[in-house]
């Protein structure tokens, strides 16, 4: 399977990912050639295999529901590009 | 001093022959020396002498921690405190970690000494360190081969004696790979061995610290330091941490080693074969009976991986959005615009590629043709692991097809780097461990030897490769010029 450059764009789109315009025929190639890659899985039989999330088949391990954080809002937004009274601050949304 | 080993350093210091601030000093102004090798990010000149002078105070005070004041470093992908952690990517180019990785911690009140953070491929996503922003770090033992990747940085770091031993992260083999190229000794633990915390996530289900380090025997110390049950990390394993360095000189006497047939047939080169045929004999001399076996499956470890990586990736590096750290663009139109060119302008070229692939794997439609079925495929490459090492006690293999390659001879294509890791992805996606050693050398470049044990087996595999380091010298050797 191979994928188009209007494929590429699309998914560029989902990742909200800015890819250069000369270098979309690259991208385009190179998912084809990691496509073409992922299709030897296609040959497996795999019914009935459980799908494998966790190396050692761990489960979420579960803690009491209290706090353990404490507020450092000042400390980590001192390296946040752009905040104001405690805020983060980005484009205007809501018109 | 800068050739001595852990022991022999911690002895010195206590010996007073130097002091950490001594040692500190003298690693610093390598260091510099060797600036060319690319291999520090960032030195933490200051720290460290602070942290050497409050080490030299400890030691007066009669403690015994093997690393106290010795110096080491960090790869970039573990937060510190206070330091830029860049993760060898523009994007944190101008991140200052506000809090400390469990390891980095660990190794603080160990009291080792952080020299500064080392060179590394964008996010952990390359074989070669090339990704880096900052560029690829040379090979020690050829300046026009790569020392790997993607902890490329603590590999040459170690190789050039510009750190008495390093942290590394391996998520398809980057401790082990670039260990392999610059001719020192790596172990990745088993999945949950180590803490993530403060790690910064590429595919978490396959990232895993450890160490880099000359020799078996001062792995086994660094191990030490850095292993552990972290209630900060969602999947560390809650498992007993054996003395790593109690076991080393344990006997190889009737050790069984499987060697997989898929590991030494076509696409292996010739002159990787024939060292690691004379360091098998080696470990046959030392008792150990060795036998072929077959891993089926294992040919399908880069189509898993590069499915399953890509798309934890394309999850974990949606934090980077421009609004909370990192890189931000200039004068964003709206918010989209925000997301999209911070992103766009602030990842390389390797990362984008793979969050394209992971965002494709798992977007609507193709979930369960890719991503599901990659999943299914990882357990059946993990039951021939386990299957493997019910009859055999390890695993022996290569870790590269070849020696290091040039700078800028893969950077072309892709897929081509991606298949050279075809004997260390595998090893990921089961989650056991498995170290390189020093095996040789192919035309004035190392070759490395890979060891694989069953879960929780860290001390089985220093073992075994301290035995080996008994009866020989390679992981002795230093590069021309570094000497």
Not at chain 1, 33 to 40: I, V
Not at chain 2, 66 to 85: E, H, N, S, W, Y
Not at chain 2, 375 to 390: H, N, Y
Request: with cysteine; net charge negative.
């Amino acid at each position: 399977m191979s994928l188009t450059a209007e494929d590429v764009n699309k998914i560029a789109h989902l990742a909200r990912l800015g890819i250069d315009s000369q270098d979309v025929g690259s991208y385009t190639k190179d998912l084809s050639g990691m496509l073409a890659l992922m299709a030897k899985m296609g040959e497996v039989n795999t019914d009935g295999v459980e799908p494998m999330a966790h190396p050692l088949d761990q489960v979420q391990r579960l803690r009491a529901d209290v706090v353990t954080e404490s507020n450092q809002r000042e400390h980590f937004q001192a390296i946040a590009p752009k905040v104001e009274d405690g805020l983060y601050l980005v484009p205007k949304v809501i018109e | 001093m800068h050739s001595k080993s852990i022991r022999q350093l911690a002895q010195g210091l206590r010996a007073k022959e130097f002091s950490s601030v001594e040692l500190t000093q003298h690693f610093l102004q390598r260091i510099k020396q060797h600036q060319n090798l690319n291999a520090y990010i960032t030195v933490t000149e200051e720290l460290a002498l602070a942290q050497a002078q409050a080490a030299d105070q400890r030691l007066a005070a009669g403690d015994t921690d093997l690393l106290l004041g010795l110096p080491i470093a960090q790869k970039d992908l573990f937060c510190t405190l206070g330091v830029r952690t860049s993760c060898g990517s523009k994007m944190l180019d101008n991140f200052i970690a506000p809090y400390n990785a469990t390891v980095v911690e660990k190794l603080n009140q160990a009291g080792a000494v952080m020299l500064g953070k080392v060179n590394m491929d964008e996010f952990a996503m390359g074989s070669s360190n090339e990704t880096s922003f900052y560029g690829a770090v040379k090979n020690p033992w050829d300046s026009n081969a790569v020392a790997g990747g993607s902890s490329g940085g603590s590999a040459a770091a170690v190789a050039a004696r510009i750190a008495v031993c390093a942290t590394g992260t391996d998520t398809g083999g980057s401790i082990r790979q670039p260990a392999a190229l610059c001719g020192i000794t790596g172990l990745k633990p088993t999945y949950g061995r180590v803490s993530r915390y403060g790690m910064i996530a590429y595919a978490s289900s396959l990232d895993q610290g450890g160490p880099m380090a000359q020799s078996a025997d001062d792995a086994a110390i660094l191990l030490q330091a850095m292993a552990g049950f972290d209630s900060k990390d969602s999947t560390s394993m809650d498992h007993p941490v054996p003395d790593y360095s109690a076991t080393l000189d344990a006997p190889l006497t009737g050790l069984k080693i499987g060697l997989p047939k898929e590991f030494f047939g076509e696409g292996l080169s010739d002159d990787v074969a024939q060292v690691l045929q004379v360091a098998i004999d080696e470990y046959r001399k030392l008792g150990a009976e060795v036998i072929d076996i077959s891993m089926p499956n294992l040919k399908l470890a880069i189509p898993a991986y590069y499915v399953i990586a890509p798309a934890e990736c394309s999850a974990n590096l949606s934090r980077f959005d421009g609004v909370r750290f990192g890189y931000r663009c200039e004068n964003p139109a709206d918010l989209t615009d925000l997301y999209t060119r911070s992103r766009g302008e602030a990842f390389g070229k390797e990362v984008k590629r793979r969050i394209l692939m992971g965002t494709y794997a798992l977007s609507a439609g193709y979930y369960d043709a890719y991503y599901i079925k990659a999943q299914k495929i990882r357990r059946l490459i993990s039951d021939d692991f386990k299957t493997a090492l019910a009859q055999i006690d390890v695993i022996m293999g290569p870790v590269t097809p070849t020696t290091a390659f040039g700078i800028g001879e893969k950077m072309a294509d892709p897929i081509a780097m991606y298949l050279a890791d075809i004997y260390t992805i595998a090893i990921n996606l089961a989650g056991v461990p498995a170290m390189s050693i020093p095996a040789g050398f192919s035309d004035g470049k190392p070759v490395g030897l890979q060891i694989i044990g069953n879960y929780f087996q860290e001390a089985k595999l220093l073992n075994i490769a301290h035995r080996y380091q008994q009866v020989t010298d390679w992981h002795t050797l230093i590069p021309k010029n570094f000497e």
